[in-house]
C-alpha cells in the first residue's frame, strides 16, 4: 500500500499549474523555540493552497472523454479553486457546489477562474450531496477534495519536495489536517523516505 502511493506521488502530474514552493526558515520562530523550524510556503501557490495538486493530479489522469464531459466538486474555498484552475489549465469545464454560506470573496475566486457556480445548502455535506447527485445527473466528473488516491497522490507531492530541499534528517514534521489526505499522502511518502521522522497533525476543522 504505501510502496503504490509512493510510485503514484512520483508520477504525479502537479507541476503544469503548481510549483515547487519555498521551504524557508522560520528565524524568530526558531530562535523563540531554540530549535531549527521551516515552514513550507504553499501559501504561495497561485490559489494560495497545496490543494491545486491533487486538484490537477486527478484531472490530468481523466480520459480525454470524461474531461469533454466536464467536472464538478464541491468545496467552500481552496478544493473550489483548484478544481476551477486546473479544469481552465485542461480545458475542461467545471461546475463547483458551493454552500450558501460561502463569502463572496471566495465565490468570485473560484468564478475568476472560469467555473460555472451552483449555490446549494448551508454546509459542505449539503453542497456534496447536491454535486454528486448533479455529477450523475449530467455524466461529469466528480472530483473529491481529499478521498481519492490520484489526489492524495498530488497532495504528497509536498512531502517530495521537503526531503528534496531539507538535506538533513527531519527530527518532527508538523502537518494541518482537514479531510486527512495531505497527511495521508505525504505520510506514505515519507515513512518510506524518512522513516526516522516523527509526525504530529492538528485538525484545521
Given amino acids: 500500500m504505501l510502496t503504490s502511493y509512493v510510485k503514484k506521488i512520483l ?3 502537479v507541476y503544469d499549474v503548481a510549483e515547487e514552493t519555498h521551504l524557508d526558515f522560520a528565524k524568530v520562530l526558531s530562535e ?11 501559501d504561495t501557490q497561485q490559489v494560495f493552497s497545496f490543494k491545486i495538486r491533487g486538484a490537477y493530479n486527478k484531472m490530468a489522469n481523466l480520459s480525454r472523454e470524461a474531461l469533454a ?5 464541491a468545496s467552500a474555498g481552496n478544493h473550489a479553486q483548484g478544481v476551477a484552475l486546473s479544469a481552465s ?6 461546475l463547483i457546489v458551493m454552500p ?27 453542497a456534496g450531496i447536491h454535486a454528486k447527485k448533479l455529477a450523475q ?40 489536517v482537514g479531510g486527512g ?16 521522522s516523527a509526525y504530529y497533525w492538528r485538525r484545521t476543522r
Avoid at 489526505?181 to 526516522?196: E, K, N, S, T
Wanted: proline share 5%; aromatic share 8%.
Fill in 100 to 126: 450558501k454560506t460561502t463569502p463572496e470573496i471566495k465565490v468570485d475566486a473560484v468564478r475568476n477562474w472560469g467555473a460555472e457556480i451552483i449555490l446549494h445548502g448551508s454546509s459542505y455535506d449539503d
Fill in 137 to 176: 445527473e449530467r455524466g461529469l466528473s466528480y472530483i473529491h477534495p481529499y478521498d481519492d488516491p490520484d489526489v492524495i497522490a498530488g497532495q504528497g507531492t509536498v512531502g517530495m519536495e521537503i526531503l528534496h530541499q531539507h538535506s538533513g534528517a527531519l527530527d518532527a514534521i508538523f502537518v494541518p
Fill in 32 to 42: 523563540r523555540l531554540n530549535n531549527q523550524v521551516y515552514l513550507k510556503r504553499e
Fill in 69 to 73: 464531459r466536464g467536472v464538478i466538486a
Fill in 89 to 94: 489549465a485542461l480545458g475542461a469545464q467545471a
Fill in 11 to 13: 508520477q504525479a502530474k
Fill in 181 to 196: 489526505r495531505f497527511d495521508c499522502g505525504y505520510c506514505c511518502l515519507c515513512q518510506i523516505c524518512a522513516p526516522g
